[in-house]
């Protein structure tokens, strides 16, 4: 039975790794009137902009059908063109655009979206990441997975199923982001 093309919105077993890499943050706090200044930030670095996302995914559905989907991109959360993004999820803490490769997997059966947009919640002890859909009513944002930070890697596994030709498919991702200077 063919796939239907929609895997950038719906994974299969993936597993992968994305590197997330940056330059400086050229932001400065001009709030003068801050009568609260203390050395609390004394050993802290703030998070450089805009880091980079790149990384591979290896796909696997339950029926048998696999394929490696390769990401780049960078980080688009303070660029003014993608506002209805950090509209759609104030709570992201980076929300990313990156190109994907191929256009298809499982040979030609699964289409893979040109452009894959995602962002990370940092939460107390875990990262939550997020995936962008932009449909008639503007951005949509959906929990894609729930992972742990370790340094600068980020591991994540989520399931779901596929749904194509009026049946469901079975599969389970796993993916790995890594945080580098």
């Known amino acids: 039975m063919r796939l239907l093309p929609i895997l950038a919105l719906l994974g299969c077993n993936t597993t992968g790794t994305t590197s997330i890499g940056d330059a400086p943050d050229t932001e400065t706090n001009t709030d003068t009137n801050d009568t609260n200044d203390t050395d609390d930030t004394e050993g802290t ?39 209805e993004l950090v509209e759609a999820c104030p709570t992201c803490a980076h929300i990313f655009a ?10 030609g059966a699964v289409g893979v979206s040109p452009t894959i947009y995602r962002g990370i919640i940092l939460n107390e002890t875990d990262v939550t990441v997020v995936l962008f859909g932009n449909g008639d009513n503007g951005w949509t944002v959906s929990i894609e997975a729930e992972g742990e ?31 580098f200077e």
């Open 45 to 83: 670095e703030p998070t450089p902009y805009p880091l980079s996302w790149i990384g591979t995914r290896e796909i696997v559905f339950e029926v048998g059908c696999e394929g490696t989907i390769f990401e780049n991109g960078e980080e688009v959360t303070k660029d003014p063109d993608y506002n």
């Open 98 to 107: 990156a190109d994907t490769d191929p256009e298809s997997i499982c040979n």
């Open 149 to 179: 930070l370790d340094e600068k890697m980020l591991a994540y596994y989520y399931d779901a199923e596929y749904y194509s030709g009026g049946d469901y498919y079975y599969y389970e991702a796993f993916g790995e982001i890594q945080i």
